[in-house]
């Protein structure tokens, strides 16, 4: 079983973002297929060049994205006691969610701590955005939602009319498809009775007040 280090290692690793893509693209994708299944293989593949696509459209940094897509899932396949000992052993916090659905709750953030403690990755917008891509956050930065849509609409999810809604929400307002991302899979949480976490409920919250704040009129001068 793949192990955390306690400190991570010495950054070595090039300046540029493209660079750095290119350095840690063989290592990463031997270690996806060495640790994950074909299946989450393929899915992060797929996800890391839609973060790439959507980067390009909305103005992020696209290769940052796509090394963020490539390895979100690092940790998806991790039993639910490994998450719960690594997240005990860093000191966050674990509440009763955790414990009882310990894979959505935490495989982000293990994930964002594995890609800097194994593959040296050190942009905190990338960890960041691997940490929150499962449950969001309130305050989402723009790599935050370029990788939490890119994760629900790559090609491999399938064709079902929710994905075409959130695919044509992501053609231009990346925001609203966050927030319809939100709004499907809170309904399909609901209707499975499955809990919803309050972070989850936070970052969805959040997105609906930019919604509605900027449908507020201009005031007066």
């Known amino acids: 079983m793949t192990s955390l280090r ?15 893509l290119a350095v840690l693209r ?3 994708e031997e270690w996806l297929s060495t640790h994950l299944t074909p299946h989450r293989v393929g899915h992060s ?10 980067a390009e459209r909305f103005g992020a940094d696209p290769d940052l994205a796509e090394l963020a897509g490539l390895l979100h899932d690092v940790a998806r396949e991790w039993a639910g006691s490994r998450l719960l000992e690594v997240a005990h052993a860093a000191g966050w916090p674990v509440g009763y ?3 009882l659905t310990p894979m959505p709750c935490l495989h982000g953030a293990v994930g964002a701590r594995l890609a800097r403690d194994q593959f040296g990755v050190a942009d ?29 609409i790559e090609p491999g999810r399938g064709d ?21 991302a939100y709004d499907h899979t809170f309904d399909y949480l609901l ?16 997105l609906l007040f ?12």
């Open 191 to 206: 209707r499975t009775a499955q809990p919803i976490h309050p972070d989850a409920v936070r970052g969805r919250n959040w």
């Open 26 to 28: 063989a290592p990463i």
């Open 124 to 152: 905190e917008a990338v960890l960041q955005a691997i940490a929150r891509h499962t449950l969001g956050a309130e305050d989402m930065s723009l790599m935050d939602q370029v990788l939490f849509v890119a994760d629900a």
């Open 210 to 221: 930019q919604e509605q704040r900027a449908r507020r009129p201009a005031p007066s001068p």
């Open 160 to 180: 079902a009319p929710y994905l075409a809604d959130l695919r044509q929400a992501a053609d231009t307002d990346l925001a609203f498809a966050c927030r319809r």
């Open 45 to 54: 593949q797929r996800v890391g060049q839609t973060a790439r696509q959507l």
């Open 6 to 20: 306690e400190t991570p290692p010495e950054p070595s690793l090039p300046g540029s973002s493209a660079q750095l």
């Open 97 to 99: 969610l955790e414990e």
